[in-house]
């Protein structure tokens, strides 16, 4: 249902919306509730009168009782739980106060606070928003999708929940990553946020403990799979491209034996892109090129390690070799400067157990013949760093301490300026600390984390004045990427055009101008930021023809009328 419609006043020019709701149904709609903002005509006209206290506040007023009220709470979760019950009184409010508090509130709506939050969903669960759709239901999904609470879908985030960050299977609780991702598309490309849908796939579990918990809300059975799984996921896809043939859907937190083959798998039928996979990749592309650049090379230059062959590291690989491509190697080339390691140690040709995501990547056996390594068919991280000699080292394996200081210091005494990049989520499931990190090369490296971590003092990395970390943090494209696919009306999401947001991020790297600042723009800059990755993905859609064509100027006026901006409208009463 759509319960307003913005219009212009002919007389003014002003614009207001007309709604369709009043009394206590458009206070309880988080859409276009405004609280005690509502003013005194608008609650004569809207049947308000007497449901709400007799002072109209200002927004500035909302915003200071709102942060008090946050700064009340004593621990991450009270404070995720306050502002998700923010979020279910009054959406525009919540992103108002979001954005005058991005630095703040970021970490504690998505990472590392929601992981948390997923773990406790059954336990501090308040309402629902979004759809659930449980393998039990499997063949009333399109009734499902009817009763979202909006019609008009733009974009769709997905789970099953069985990879949930570095957490593992955490069954519904895996419905706190759409909710927040979702709200990231708002709060730093502007979606309205009228148009997303947060949706759960429930397929089971396999985590005894949630099966055991007393509390938990999910459907109670072991995880569906194979064939039955597969047919579960074709009804929804199904009945997405039926029900919202326009929209875009983002896979999230699928397993690995599933997240890549499903992105294969539909990647041609519907506009749709995995996160974990192309998300993940191009940031750390975007900060790779950055950190190559301020350390005067090219990406095709580099040497690089990556701990973990999982989606996450394959996907990254994958926009390298694109990238390495694209500066004129071959692919053979730009596959020779990729170091995978996994469960069983250096993925090479001479292993029979390296996973179909990893084998393009493996490196041949031939070429580690004559290293000195305890043995052939495990080759350790350790042994890796000893005998490549690698300028970047990216850890995606959530093994927290991976990165010890033996490793780093190796590392260090080849290059002049290491690119070390922990990327595991949550915090405690990053290979290295940053503040280590800096002290073991004398502040020499060039670090970007999964998660956020505080600035390190001169004192101990080494230089004269503290450094800031910089998050590699998918915020910085995905939501960019999602508003580019809006605002051009592409098709398709392609590999093309990640790697064009990517290299529009990595041109606004302050590293760039001053070898001690963070790779990443500050999130203060973030919705400009996402603005430059949309407008780069527009162009790239028309370039391949996957949108309707026109031009670089029309391309950015279209991306910038589609930015929702959080700020009370005047509201008119209209009959349905």
């Avoid at 207001?16 to 608008?42: C, H, Q, W």
């Avoid at 009220?69 to 979760?77: A, R, V």
């Avoid at 918990?213 to 579960?232: A, C, M, N, Q, T």
Wanted: with cysteine.
């Amino acid at each position: 249902m759509n319960y307003s419609r913005k219009v212009t006043d002919e007389q003014t020019g002003e614009e207001y919306l007309e709604v369709s709701l009043s009394g206590r149904r458009l206070i309880d709609f988080p859409l276009l509730n405004k609280g005690m903002a509502f003013t005194d005509e608008e609650r004569r006209e809207l049947g308000l009168l007497g449901l709400l206290p007799p002072h109209v506040s200002s927004v500035e007023e909302q915003i200071a009782r709102n942060y008090e009220n946050y700064k009340l709470s004593t621990t991450d979760l009270q404070r995720f739980v306050f502002l998700m019950a923010l979020q279910d009184r009054n959406e525009t409010l919540f992103y108002h106060l979001l954005q005058l508090h991005i630095r703040e509130m970021m970490p504690i709506i998505y990472t590392p606070v929601v992981g948390a939050a997923s773990q406790m969903y059954s336990h501090i669960y308040r309402r629902p928003r979004g759809l659930y759709i449980s393998y039990n239901h499997k063949s009333e999904i399109k009734e499902m999708l009817t009763n979202a609470p909006e019609q008009n879908v733009s974009v769709i985030v997905v789970t099953d929940g069985e990879r949930v960050l570095g957490l593992g299977d955490l069954g519904v609780g895996g419905m706190g990553i759409p909710v927040g991702k979702l709200s990231l598309y708002t709060l730093c490309a502007g979606i309205d946020p009228a148009t997303t849908l947060p949706i759960f796939l429930d397929a089971g579990t396999d985590n005894q403990d949630l099966l055991n918990d007393p509390l938990y809300i999910g459907w109670r059975h072991k995880r569906v799979r194979g064939s039955e799984y597969d047919d579960f996921i074709e009804e929804f896809v199904s009945a997405v491209i039926d029900q919202y043939p326009n929209a875009l859907l983002q896979w999230e937190d699928f397993a690995r034996h599933n997240a890549r083959r499903l992105l294969d798998h539909y990647r041609d039928r519907l506009c749709t892109f995995n996160d974990d996979i192309q998300g993940t990749g191009a940031v750390t592309l975007a900060g790779l090129i950055a950190a190559a650049k301020a350390t005067g090379k090219t990406l095709g230059d580099q040497r690089i390690v990556m701990f973990g062959a999982g989606s996450a590291a394959t996907g990254i690989a994958e926009q390298i070799v694109a990238a390495m491509i694209a500066e004129g190697l071959s692919e053979k080339d730009a596959v020779s400067r990729l170091w995978l390691i996994d469960i069983g140690g250096l993925v090479h040709d001479g292993r029979s157990d390296i996973e179909e995501i990893s084998r393009p990547y493996a490196q041949p056996v031939e070429k580690i013949s004559e290293w000195n390594a305890a043995r052939r068919d495990h080759i350790t991280l350790e042994e890796v760093v000893r005998n490549v000699h690698p300028t970047v080292l990216v850890g995606t394996a959530a093994q927290p301490g991976a990165f010890t200081e033996e490793i780093i210091q190796e590392m260090a005494s080849h290059v002049e300026r290491p690119i070390i990049f922990p990327l595991s989520n949550p915090t405690s499931r990053c290979e290295a600390q940053p503040i280590n990190i800096l002290q073991w090369t004398r502040g020499a490296a060039i670090v970007a984390t999964g998660s956020p971590f505080a600035d390190v003092p001169a004192a101990i990395s080494g230089t004269e004045r503290p450094r800031r970390i910089a998050q590699c943090n998918n915020a910085y494209i995905f939501p960019g990427v999602g508003l580019g696919v809006i605002a051009s009306a592409a098709r398709r999401v392609s590999d093309g055009m990640f790697i064009a947001a990517a290299r529009a991020l990595s041109d606004l790297s302050p590293a760039l101008k001053d070898p001690l600042a963070p790779l990443f723009p500050d999130l203060e800059e973030i919705r400009d930021v996402s603005k430059h990755v949309a407008i780069a993905v527009a162009v790239q859609a028309q370039k391949e023809g996957l949108a309707p064509q026109s031009s670089t100027e029309a391309a950015i006026s279209k991306v910038e009328s589609n930015m929702w901006e959080p700020k009370y409208l005047r509201y008119r009463y209209r009959e349905r």
